[in-house]
């Protein structure tokens, strides 16, 4: 995971900003998670790796002000799609239903965002209102929302995580 969202996203804007800058035109769409605004128990690395996009995305689109290159990053909330399956233990389905999104619609949004040359670009009112949700509130408390909602969406939340290498994999308690 953290292959995927840092080093390979960052080796490629690498990659592909030169030339973009040279032509004076260029646009780059990053797809980070609403999970970048706030600490992840129980999904630590996850929510780590797309804050991580987002401030990435953030700071590239700022350094690029003026260069005909944007940088846009897609900050969707839950989507209806095969992660649950990854991150849930015994079950692939979210037990949190409620503002789940079509995938279609949110690509779409991120397509007309990053056409627009929107830096950060958050799919529907509510989950906008999510994003700002760590500003009114203390970390603390925020922090321990997201742990209520993650036991919620999984049918055993007594996992232990042992880290091997740069992965984490959880183990159940048998």
Known sequence: MLNLHII????????????????????????????????GPMMALYYASKSYLLSFSEAIANELKDTGVSVTVLCPGPTKTCFQEVVSNTSSDNKISFNMACPKA?????????????????????????????????????????????????????????????????????
Do not use: W
């Open 106 to 174: 949110v690509a779409a949004y991120g397509y007309k965002a990053m056409l627009k040359g929107k830096v950060v670009a958050i799919p529907g009112v509510f989950n906008k209102f999510l994003a700002n949700l760590p500003r009114l509130l203390t970390r603390k408390r925020t922090t321990s929302i997201v742990r209520k909602i993650q036991e919620k969406n999984r049918t055993e939340p007594s996992n232990t995580c042992v880290f091997e290498k740069d992965v984490v994999l959880i183990k159940k308690n048998v």
């Open 8 to 39: 390979t996203i960052t080796h490629l804007t690498k990659l592909v900003l030169q030339g973009m800058i040279e032509r004076d035109r260029g646009k780059i769409l990053n797809v980070s998670s609403l999970a970048a605004f706030q600490p």
